[in-house]
Each structure stands twice: as structure tokens, then as C-alpha cells.
């Protein structure tokens, strides 16, 4: 295999990358911007190096214990639970949300042996059982895996007492109920408040 096969099957690796795209940015890199493939290659390369998990939270951190985990400026009662990294970012962005977050290493998916060890079930329950902890928001993704990982963590909380809520879903603002689908308008219709 040479260099730059190489190159294109890393690149397929990225999420959303197949063959063709990877190649178009192989070639784009190495024919016009190798500059930026090389500050490309250093960045990874020091990210590799020097970012690693959050000993409280897990998310992505350079330190030990990450800036949201250390801002004692947040509401200690509430822990938001995620899927990723990436969840919590975006659920940052939002600037609605002042509690902590526990990020799971993904969440249950039997056909890819995930299970409740794999995620890190064990380290939330540990977590939220914090005397300071008195909500637990269960923010997995709506997929039937994220549902799943929703309902078992839920289960788990309920049975220690711990209260469980999951985040609400429903129509997107600044759309028109005809475009929204049936399943969306159906659990706002469940979910209503």
C-alpha cells in the first residue's frame, strides 16, 4: 500500500467518508494545501498526545477533571447524561442548561456488545448517587438503541431512588405541523405540557 493509499483509507475512517470523498481530500490536501495537511497531521498528533476523559464526567478533557466539572458556578442538582462528547457540546451551545453532565461511551447496542459495562452504567449510578444529586436527566438520542439506553438507565435510577427524567421531544420551532412526521407529532401529542 503506498503513502497515499494509505491516506485515503484513514480518511474513510471519519464518519460520513466513503471512497470518493476520501480521495477528493487526499489529492485537494497534497495538491493545493499541504500546509494545512501538515497543521492537519500536527494537531491530531497532539491531540492524540494530550486529550484523554474527564475522571468525573468522561467527556473530552486536557486536564484530569474538565472546565464544566470544575466550575463550582454550576447547579450541583442536576446531571445531564449523553451519549458523547459531541451531545454535550450541543447541548452547551444551547446555553439553557447550568447542571453537570455524565457522558457515556456510547450507549447499549447488543449486535455491537455494547452493554451496560461497555457504556459505563456503573460509574452513573455511582455518580448520581451524590447527595448533592437530585435529578437525573437522561439525554440519549432517539434512536431505538438511545431509547433502550434511555429506559434501562431510567430503570436503574428509579430502582436506587434516584429521580429519573428523560429530555422531552416534539415539534421543531419554526416548523409546519404538515412537514413534521407523524411519529414527531405523535409523542407531542403524548408528551404535551
Known amino acids: 500500500m503506498t503513502a497515499l493509499d494509505d491516506l485515503i483509507e484513514a480518511l474513510k475512517r471519519l464518519p460520513g467518508v466513503g471512497q470518493k470523498s476520501a480521495q477528493r481530500m487526499a489529492y485537494h490536501l ?57 451531545d454535550q457540546a450541543a447541548l452547551e451551545r444551547t446555553g439553557s442548561y447550568r447542571g453537570y453532565y455524565f457522558v457515556l461511551q456510547g450507549r447499549l447496542s447488543p449486535l455491537d456488545g455494547l452493554s451496560t459495562q461497555a457504556i459505563g452504567a456503573e460509574q452513573l449510578l455511582l455518580r448520581a448517587a451524590e447527595t448533592a444529586v437530585e435529578e437525573v436527566i437522561v439525554a440519549t438520542s432517539f434512536t431505538a438503541e438511545g431509547e433502550a439506553t434511555a429506559h434501562v438507565l431510567a430503570e436503574a435510577l428509579r430502582s436506587r431512588g434516584i429521580r429519573a427524567t428523560r429530555l422531552a421531544r416534539g415539534v421543531p420551532v419554526g416548523s409546519e405541523l404538515e412537514y413534521v412526521d407523524l411519529g414527531t407529532i405523535a409523542h407531542a401529542l403524548t408528551d404535551r405540557r
Open 30 to 86: 497534497l495538491q493545493h494545501d499541504r500546509e494545512g495537511a501538515r497543521r492537519m497531521a500536527a494537531s491530531l498528533t497532539a491531540a492524540m498526545a494530550q486529550v484523554g476523559n474527564c475522571q468525573r464526567c468522561h467527556t473530552f478533557s486536557e486536564a484530569p477533571v474538565c472546565a464544566i466539572c470544575g466550575d463550582a458556578q454550576r447547579d450541583a442538582r442536576l446531571l445531564c447524561v449523553v451519549e458523547s462528547p459531541a
